[in-house]
């Protein structure tokens, strides 16, 4: 098994994206499971979970930060393309905390006051969000 972590470069630049891919596919092919875990996703017992398929036995184990664009000023409107895809992959993947997700960039939308310094318009009618917020 190999645990990555990705970082906001792993959506904003096109080439990494693609090596990712490249490498992703040569680590599964050589045998190994390869599970990629986003910067805005957050260890919780959840989430480990559904990512290793285990629960945890110490609840205490881990914090309760929350998940999404919390702490950061990398937004989705800051992804290349492939990058926005990947988001929304991700979103389906991590599905029981999408809303999590989508509610912390709300949040930034409104302390922000400008939806194109936080949602790709790419991707702004596949993300189903309420009109008044975007």
């Known amino acids: 098994m190999i645990v990555e972590f990705d970082g906001p470069e792993h959506y904003q630049v096109a080439r990494k994206v693609i090596e990712d891919k490249i490498r992703e596919k040569a680590f599964s092919d050589a045998g ?3 599970i990629r875990i986003p910067y805005f996703v957050q260890m919780t017992e959840p989430c480990i979970t559904e990512l290793f398929g285990e629960k945890i036995a110490r609840r ?4 309760d930060f929350p998940h999404g664009f919390i ?3 990398s937004y989705p409107a800051d992804f290349c393309e492939l990058g926005v895809e990947r988001f929304l992959n991700d979103l389906d993947r991590f599905s029981a905390i ?4 989508l509610e912390s960039l709300a949040r ?4 922000v006051g400008d939806w194109r310094i936080i949602y790709p318009p790419s991707a702004v009618s596949r993300l189903r969000l309420d009109e008044n917020r975007a």
Do not use: E, L, P, Q
């Not at 205490?60 to 914090?63: C, N, Q, S, V």
């Not at 999408?98 to 997700?101: H, S, T």
């Not at 930034?108 to 302390?111: P, Q």
């Open 71 to 73: 702490s950061t000023r």
């Open 98 to 101: 999408r809303g999590d997700i």
């Open 60 to 63: 205490d184990a881990f914090k």
């Open 32 to 34: 190994y499971h390869v």
């Open 108 to 111: 930034a939308n409104d302390r």
